[in-house]
T-cell receptor
């Protein structure tokens, strides 16, 4: 089975540009998570969805960040405008079932904002 | 105070050695505990769940001490392939509300 698929794998962009990160979750996983990982802050949960509905976006750092899940097989995380401090690895992850705790990560999108 | 704290290491050990490290958690209401493994420039992957009575998975042994609020991981007969960062993960029972530690780096040398 295909795992969580993220794109782009690497992106370098200039400050002020819009960045869109994409995620295709594992089929059947009804939970989808966006995490950010930096050396300074470790892994942080940004937002998660259940059955395509955003449940908790309290981790979204500011209004420049937005996430959508228009259907069960696709989600986006958008940063507009991007800033150098947004440079990080962004992971999409999925889980199955309301009692679950195990999540499966994609390979990540490595973002550098210069 | 961070919800999950880990000694960042690094722990540098020779092949075949035993290495052990702990993580502490601050919320006594935590209910589920896990170790994830993250290789350099890769995504985190579940290594093992941690059960109250302690559990083994091959060369890996996990222990939970609820009274002192810490979790441990022991790796026996270390292999070069065990070199990675080990993330301690704690859940308070709300589905998927996971708190990740910053990780403990283990390097196994030949």
């Amino acid at each position: 089975d295909a795992g969580v698929i993220q794109s782009p794998r690497h992106e370098v962009t200039e400050m002020g540009q819009e960045v869109t990160l994409r995620c295709k979750p594992i089929s059947g996983h009804d939970y989808l998570f966006w995490y950010r990982q930096t050396m300074m802050r470790g892994l942080e949960l940004l937002i998660y969805f259940n059955n395509n509905v955003p449940i908790d976006d309290s981790g979204m750092p500011e209004d420049r960040f937005s996430a959508k899940m228009p259907n069960a097989s696709f989600s986006t995380l958008k940063i507009q405008p991007s800033e150098p401090r947004d440079s990080a690895v962004y992971f999409c992850a999925g889980g199955q079932g309301a009692l679950g705790n195990t999540i499966y990560f994609g390979e990540g999108s490595w973002l550098t904002v210069v | 105070r961070k919800e999950v704290e880990q000694d960042p290491g690094p722990f540098n050990v020779p092949e075949g050695a035993t290495v052990a490290f702990n993580c502490t958690y601050s919320n006594s209401a935590s209910q589920s505990f896990f170790w994830y493994r993250q290789d350099c420039r890769k995504e985190p992957k579940l290594l093992m769940s941690v059960y109250s009575s302690g559990n083994e998975d091959g060369r890996f042994t996990a222990q939970l001490n609820r009274a002192s609020q810490y979790i441990s991981l022991l790796i026996r007969d270390s292999k070069l392939s065990d070199s990675a960062t080990y993330l301690c993960v704690v859940s308070r029972g709300v589905p998927y509300k996971l708190s990740f530690g910053a990780g403990t780096t283990v390097t196994v040398r030949a």
